[in-house]
Nanobody, 112 residues
Framework: QVRLQESGPGLVNSSQTLSLTCTVSGVNIATKNEWHWIRQSPGKGLESIGYIRYLGNTAYNPSLKGRASISRDTSKNQFFLQLTSVSSEDTAVYYC?????WGQGTQVTVSS
């Protein structure tokens, strides 16, 4: 059974870069699945940010206008999210997920 755990700073200054880590156990991220980042802003629904496939290729939500980057460290079985030039609109609970399994989510607040 795959387990995912998000980690990273809960507070990011406006215009800076948000960086999150998802630590995975139970499945080798280099052997199967797509590994997703998803967020939910206050009062809004879930929004896909993007994913990295087990082969290493990535895809992103066009609405983020190139600000998102997903990478991985297969030696640590972790994958990462970087979101540049953040604003208050990026305040959200951020989740990593794969194959129906989700992490518990981590709150990120962008301060101005």
């Amino acid at each position: 059974q795959v387990r995912l755990q998000e980690s990273g700073p809960g507070l990011v200054n406006s215009s800076q870069t948000l960086s999150l880590t998802c630590t995975v156990s139970g499945v080798n991220i280099a052997t199967k699945n797509e590994w997703h980042w998803i967020r939910q802003s206050p009062g809004k629904g879930l929004e896909s940010i993007g994913y990295i496939r087990y082969l290493g290729n990535t895809a992103y939500n066009p609405s983020l206008k190139g600000r998102a980057s997903i990478s991985r460290d297969t030696s640590k079985n972790q994958f990462f999210l970087q979101l540049t030039s953040v604003s208050s609109e990026d305040t959200a609970v951020y989740y990593c997920a794969s194959d129906g399994s989700w992490g518990q989510g981590t709150q990120v607040t962008v301060s101005s």
